[in-house]
């Protein structure tokens, strides 16, 4: 099974998340400061920030939270975000994490590191319960993202 390694833009993340960003900032008056809400939740959680350094360069599970949007924002080095909103492995996208991400509940998620390791910074509610969906002997990367040719990643 190959998996094309695709650039995070909105429009081709919008089933799984949402870009943490500020669209159109070029349009708008220049001279004062910019405020968005990307995402926000209704009910009283709490929530919580965690630090991750990726050493994992193959996956052999993604995992789901069902009650809780989860940000992923790059903080070094580089990362592939693998989602799916399906329990099928053909509906698995993979993604260069280049910018900050926010998943909807409920999606299924990985990460790797690209390099030797990197770092992400995750915020999420204080409380989380996660499904884990096995994959059987991993995706493993074939080639190296960022290139001009299509990164390629792949099932032993």
Known sequence: MNITVEKIRPENFRRFGKVIGYPDKR????GRNLFRIVVRE??????????????????NRLEQHRDTFESFEPVKGKSLLYVSDAREKEAIRCF????????????WH??????RDSEIKISENANVRSLYWRLGNGLVLTSSPGTSKAARRQTR
């Open 110 to 115: 990985g990460i790797v590191t690209a390099a």
């Open 27 to 30: 349009q708008q008056p220049q």
């Open 42 to 59: 209704r009910q009283p959680f709490g929530w919580r920030i965690a630090y991750l350094v990726v050493r994992d360069k193959s996956i």
């Open 96 to 107: 260069l994490l280049d910018r900050p991400v926010v998943l909807k509940k409920g999606v």
